[in-house]
């Protein structure tokens, strides 16, 4: 019967899927157990990303080994190496490594903008803070992961699709903005019918595929609500940190608690709230009227324990007809500046949190997991 110095150096030799290193060169073995009578063996391994296709394709080869090697049984346990364990290897990262979105040695921040329901402006809030960034000198590109419902590419005003440059395709480039959506892919804005193993496909091309370049921040507009489009997102990055929109109005703030218990479920961390259509302001009298109601931003921040980061008022942008954007406002609007200011306060958080792990403490809604 094989012995645990033999388990250990077998699966050693076996490589991390996304570090590039042997397992024993990781410490990625973590416990070791064998049942003689049974010709058992159990190991419980550590790798940089979990819930993956690598993931099963090495626990394919462990299985393999190790029967060869005279195992009757296998069984196999996966766990994340810890984050400062993955702080170790990122300085002997190879630029295809780093380079690619989804390895857990790229230092891009994602940032899901996510909601409970539809019609809250979730891609309005999307498109400006990506641009605010961008004026603010930060690389960003952003994925207009709504697949049923695309909008940015209309939204910012862009005109021209995607080029595709051997087997990358090149996003388009507006305010500063690198952009990829499933409207570039569509003709005559036809409604898309497929089901969720296609719209997984698509999602990780726009990661693999496209060539994003140096990114600071990759913003995604998530589609409205818990489907499969927004979990494929969750369980696709390796770290991620979201933005819940929504307005005052008490059950759009009861909804959207929801996209917080899926974030908190799925280990990303809530960077703040930001509320939508919070009053309009009379051109006339300069009055404020609450159209939606008032409280639904605040309440649901304090319910996710996370930050307020803004409220942006109901309203449309200037339109300039030889620079067509019909959602992007002006760096000098009153509402472009709202969108500077949570943009720096975004930038802020991610220089105090650099290399800390996301933390959500204690429960934060009825709807947290940790509360069943």
């Known amino acids: 019967m094989i012995n645990e110095q033999q388990v250990r150096e077998l699966v050693g030799q076996l490589q991390d899927p996304f570090l590039h290193h042997s397992l024993e060169e990781t410490g990625g073995i973590t416990e070791v157990s064998i049942k003689e009578e049974k010709s058992h063996v159990s190991v419980k391994l550590a790798i940089a990303k979990i819930n993956n296709a690598e993931q099963m394709q090495l626990q394919m080869k462990v299985v393999e080994v190790l029967k060869e090697a005279g195992a009757n049984t296998v069984g196999i346990r996966f766990e994340e190496l810890p984050a400062e364990k993955l702080e170790q290897f990122r300085g002997t990262a190879t630029p295809a490594e780093t380079q690619d979105l989804l390895s857990p040695l790229n230092n891009v921040q994602f940032i899901s903008v996510a909601s409970g329901k539809g019609g809250v402006g979730k891609s309005t809030v999307s498109v400006n803070l990506a641009v605010a960034l961008a004026r603010l000198g930060k690389k960003v590109g952003l994925i207009d992961a709504d697949i049923y419902g695309f909008s940015v590419p209309d939204m910012m005003g862009i005109q021209q699709n995607p080029v595709v440059r051997g087997n990358s395709i090149i996003p388009v480039e507006r305010f500063g903005v690198k952009v990829i959506s499933m409207g570039f892919f569509v003709d005559q804005n036809a409604p898309v019918v497929w089901r969720g193993p ?175």
Do not use: C
Not at 224 to 232: C, E, R
Not at 344 to 357: F, H, L, M, N, Y
């Open 198 to 372: 296609m719209l997984g496909k698509v999602l990780d091309q726009f990661f693999r595929d496209v060539e994003w370049g140096d990114l600071d921040y990759l913003l995604l507009d998530l589609p409205p609500g818990t489907g499969d489009v927004a979990l494929d997102v969750h369980q696709m990055l390796p770290h991620s940190k979201e933005i819940i929109v929504t307005t005052p109005h008490p059950t759009a703030a009861f909804v959207a608690a929801r996209a917080g218990a899926m974030a908190i479920k799925t280990d990303h961390e809530i960077l703040g709230v930001i509320e939508n259509m919070s009053w309009f302001e009379s051109k006339k009298t300069g009055e404020r009227e609450y159209v939606f109601g008032e409280g639904g931003g605040p309440k649901l921040a304090e319910e996710l324990r996370t930050e307020l980061l803004g409220q942006i008022p109901l309203g449309q942008p200037d339109w300039n007809e030889e620079d067509f954007a019909p959602s992007v406002y002006g760096e000098d609007h009153p509402t472009g500046k709202l969108y500077e200011e949570i943009a720096r306060k975004v930038i802020e958080q991610e220089s105090k949190e650099a290399g800390q792990p996301a933390q959500n403490d204690g429960p934060v809604s009825p709807f947290d997991p940790r509360n069943q």
